[in-house]
């Protein structure tokens, strides 16, 4: 396992872009600047991943570019676009940010590469190998040369592959927009009735995460995440950005709130877990009554259940765990609905399929192929079982989420 290339230095990159055909010139796009952010909110919600049948699209908000794309470290040269010469329209992006992973005991300091979207208008004409060469050329003259980035097509060799996974928060909503069926088993109501949750959470000393929980927190999750083989690790700044976001701004408007995140305050005022998960929307495609699905997708979660245990992996620890977590996510299922979300998605990753079979999670038609640029690696199982169910816990090595 490690590097494929030999050892390079910045000064062998050029310093000059590729060359682009007809009128499409490079640009770097400052999301500090509200018009520049508008030209790639625009951008992907006309032209990024939709599902197979093309009934939804997501729709990335404002304050997400914001979280997403401005974590500590980050680069505006590495917010690479292409416009039309002479008309300035923004007809493909693609984004890098520096991360720290952890590919089981190697640290690499690496980019995670998301929103690459090039126009539907420009597809075919072998732009996404230019964007890609491009983004790299920009990260290697800043002396990284390894990336984590994620798909949901097959490319050469993925170093892991997780399943989509649903869990219905407003079953009646799914079902009028096409996302769920009705079993022929089932009726209307029994449906709702199999989906209804609570009307609040369970678990005692469940609170919204706060600023002055930060330092715990982030023991907590390292000592939890140090199971996994591929993991992103966090410092200090990364932590707070992820998990409390600039939150500042959206006091005022909930609405547009992107990330949600909380713990569990014990008797005698520890954390003794965690959880958090964020918004992405579905724009609904052509229906006439429902414009948008809201989505709250887990995002990373930690839990002390099973640190009394000499061996974390024995079934005593496992079953402990496997307790706390369908507790925990039972409840981030109610917040994420209290939230207004339809729908929350997670994967087969991290110790998911100790509750998702449990809590109603059910395997979605979409998987999500994990790779690694210029880094050999093991293959790092994904958690999913053979066949769709979840019948035997198998739990993943993949400790990293990605947006
Ligand atoms: C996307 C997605 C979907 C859906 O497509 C979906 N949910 C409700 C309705 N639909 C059609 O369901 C998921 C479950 C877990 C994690 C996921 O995504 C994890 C993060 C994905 N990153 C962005 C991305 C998307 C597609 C391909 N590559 C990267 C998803």
Redesign the pocket.
């Known amino acids: 396992e490690g590097p494929i290339d030999r050892k390079k230095t910045p000064d062998e990159i050029s310093d000059q872009p590729l060359p682009l055909l007809g009128d499409f010139e490079w640009c770097t796009v400052d999301v500090t600047d509200q018009k520049q952010l508008e030209d790639v909110f625009l951008l992907l919600n006309e032209n990024?991943?939709?599902?197979?049948d093309a009934?939804?699209r997501?729709k990335y908000t404002r304050e997400f570019f914001n979280w997403s794309l401005r974590s500590p470290g980050w680069k505006q040269d590495w917010h690479v676009g292409v416009r039309v010469g002479s008309t300035k329209k923004l007809v493909a992006f693609i984004s890098a940010i520096p991360v720290n992973l952890r590919v089981r005991d190697n640290t690499v300091r690496s980019v995670e590469i998301?929103f690459l979207c090039v126009h539907k208008q420009l597809r075919g004409k072998r732009l996404t190998p230019v964007m890609i060469k491009e983004i790299t050329r920009r990260v290697n003259r800043c002396d990284i040369w390894y990336a984590l980035y994620?798909?949901?097509?097959i490319l050469p060799s993925p170093v892991s592959v997780?399943?989509?996974?649903?869990r219905p928060l407003n079953w009646s909503k799914?079902h009028d927009v096409g996302?769920t069926h009705m079993p022929s088993h089932a009726t209307r109501n029994q449906m709702i009735a199999k989906y209804t949750l609570p009307k609040a959470t369970s678990t005692e000393g469940l609170r919204p995460m706060e600023e002055k929980d930060l330092d715990e927190v982030r023991l907590l999750f390292e000592k939890y995440q140090s199971r996994f083989d591929l993991v992103q690790n966090f410092d200090e700044a990364e932590f707070k950005h992820w998990f409390l976001g600039n939150d500042e701004k959206t006091a005022s408007n909930p609405s547009s709130k992107v990330i949600y995140s909380y713990v569990v305050e014990n008797q005698n005022g520890q954390i003794s877990d965690f959880f958090s998960f964020y918004s992405?929307p579905?724009t609904i495609l052509n229906n006439s009554v429902h414009k948008e699905?809201g989505?709250g997708?887990?995002f990373y979660y930690a839990s002390d259940a099973d640190l009394e245990y000499a061996d974390r992996f024995s079934p005593e620890a496992t079953a402990a765990l496997k307790e706390r977590l369908c507790g925990l996510m039972n409840d981030a299922c109610i917040l994420a609905r209290d939230a207004k979300m339809d729908?929350f998605?997670?994967?087969t990753s991290q110790d998911n399929a100790l509750f998702l079979e449990p809590l109603k999670f059910g395997p979605?038609?979409?998987f999500?192929?994990f790779y690694l640029f210029n880094y050999r690696a093991f293959p790092i199982t994904g958690g999913i079982k053979d066949d769709k169910s979840y019948d035997t816990v198998k739990r993943s090595n993949v400790g990293v989420?990605?947006?």
């Open positions: 990024y991943v939709e599902d197979r009934t939804f997501f998301n994620t798909s949901g097509t997780c399943r989509y996974t649903h799914l996302f992405l579905f699905l989505i997708y887990l729908v998605n997670a994967l979605g038609d979409g999500l192929n989420v990605m947006l």
